[in-house]
């Protein structure tokens, strides 16, 4: 086999350096293609609050963006949308949920049912992805503080009518009084009257 003359020798080299350093800038590109922030990993809410779970991407070009969720009773896929396009929701929360071209999305109405792990997946058109969780924990209001509230309430009550009742009576005792004090004072005047009448 007769070596290559200088000169081709070099072009060739060239050429796969080039090959090389795209290939490697391709790689570098690939790896960093998606960033995910999650600014607030879990979220603890009351029933009937409106949640925002909140994300935050960067990659180029325009991704895929989805959320699944879950918890105790499984695992169901609660929506997937380009930015700029039509969001594909799950019946189980069409009406429930609104999305936002940073990925994040917003839950109206919240139960106990919703409690558990939202994963959102962001994937570049390269193929690139990155994932990440939100646990949410959503609790009933505590009815038990409003039944002390309303125990001491029926107490206080009860005990304002007792001292109504016990005013009522002491005020009939007194008017009572008053009228016998006054019947005597009136008798006692008429007897002494009657005693000057007859002295003079």
Wanted: aromatic share 8%; glycine share 6%; charged share 20%.
């Amino acid at each position: 086999m007769r070596p290559l003359p200088s000169g081709r020798r070099k072009t060739q080299g060239i050429s796969l350096g080039l090959f090389a350093l795209c290939l490697a800038a391709a790689r570098c590109l690939q790896s960093q293609g998606v960033s995910l922030y999650i600014p607030q990993a879990t979220i603890n809410a009351t029933v009937k609050e409106d949640i925002l779970l909140s994300v935050e991407y960067s990659c180029h070009g325009v991704p895929t963006i989805e959320w699944t969720y879950s918890s105790n009773w499984g695992t169901q896929k609660i929506v997937e949308w380009k930015p700029g396009t039509q969001a594909n929701i799950s019946q189980s929360h069409k009406d429930r949920v609104c999305t936002f071209d940073n990925g994040s999305i917003q839950l109206f109405s919240v139960g106990v049912r919703d409690s558990g792990y939202y994963v959102i997946t962001v994937t570049e058109h390269l193929g690139s992805s990155q994932f990440g969780t939100i646990v949410l924990h959503v609790s009933e209001i505590l009815y038990e503080d409003l039944h002390f509230v309303a125990v001491i309430l029926a107490f206080l009550a009860a005990v304002a009518a007792l001292l109504i009742s016990l005013m009522w009576v002491c005020n009939k005792c007194a008017y009572k009084f008053q009228r016998k004090r006054r019947h005597k004072l009136k008798e006692s005047t008429t007897e002494e009257i009657e005693l000057e009448d007859v002295e003079c």
